[in-house]
Nanobody, 113 residues
Framework: QVQLVESGGGLVQAGGSLRLSCAAS????????MAWYRQAPGKQREYVAT???????NYADSVKGRFTISRDNAKNTVYLQMNSLKPEDTAVYYC???????WGQGTQVTVSS
């Protein structure tokens, strides 16, 4: 089992940047594929990005070229660098280790126009 805690959310103007962090504990972090999802008000949770234990990455089309997922296994942390933010990026962002069935509590990102 792995426990996940997100941080770094906040309020930012359109065009701005934020970096989310997800700290993991309780298991061997480096073996897990990690992912970010988000859920906007009134909408279903949607996929944002994935990074494998081999550092391969994948992105949703809506964030490709603007968001970057990375990981630091020495710090047991996965990051989501978000640039050129748009109002439609407003959501609660969740970190997950899918194979462990673990989710964080989420961090709110609000982008004002």
């Amino acid at each position: 089992q792995v426990q996940l805690v997100e941080s770094g959310g906040g309020l930012v103007q359109a065009g701005g940047s934020l970096r989310l962090s997800c700290a993991a504990s309780g298991s061997i972090f480096s073996i897990y594929t990690m992912a970010w999802y988000r859920q906007a008000p009134g909408k279903q949770r949607e996929y944002v990005a994935t990074i494998t234990r081999g550092f391969s990455t994948n992105y949703a089309d809506s964030v490709k070229g603007r968001f970057t997922i990375s990981r630091d296994n020495a710090k047991n942390t996965v990051y989501l660098q978000m640039n050129s933010l748009k109002p439609e990026d407003t959501a609660v962002y969740y970190c997950t280790a899918p194979s462990a069935g673990s989710w964080g509590q989420g961090t709110q990102v609000t982008v004002s126009s």
